[in-house]
């Protein structure tokens, strides 16, 4: 079992930036890969970007240049640092764990860009 906790969202204006924050219970080294989806009311939980055990990235064509993707294994945790914020980022944003035979979700934490 991994428990999984975001933090840092919040409320910020449209061109402002916010840093989100998983939490992982147990250690990450392992792990294929972390990531970060998001949902928006009336849509489907979409990617927006994820990093391999190995360092590898993959970012959403919509945030990339304006989002980075990290971690840290040694606090097992994940970041996403959101800069550019822009309205249409506004949603739910849930940080994944994959592991290949198992995959976990935190509980998600609301983004939200006022224009």
């Known amino acids: 079992q991994v428990q999984l906790v975001e933090s840092g969202g919040g409320l910020v204006q449209a061109g402002g930036s916010l840093r989100l924050s998983c939490a992982a219970s147990?250690?990450?080294?392992?792990?294929?890969?972390m990531g970060w989806y998001r949902q928006a009311p009336g849509k489907q939980r979409e990617l927006v970007a994820a990093?391999?055990?190995?360092?590898?990235?993959n970012y959403a064509d919509s945030v990339k240049g304006r989002f980075t993707i990290s971690r840290d294994n040694a606090k097992n945790t994940v970041y996403l640092q959101m800069n550019s914020l822009k309205p249409e980022d506004t949603a739910v944003y849930y940080c994944?764990?994959?592991?290949?035979?198992?995959?976990?979700w935190g509980q998600g934490t609301q983004v939200t860009v006022s224009s």
């Open positions: 994944n764990a994959n592991l290949l035979v198992d995959d976990y």
């Open positions: 147990r250690s990450i080294f392992s792990f294929f890969a």
């Open positions: 990093i391999t055990s190995g360092g590898d990235t």
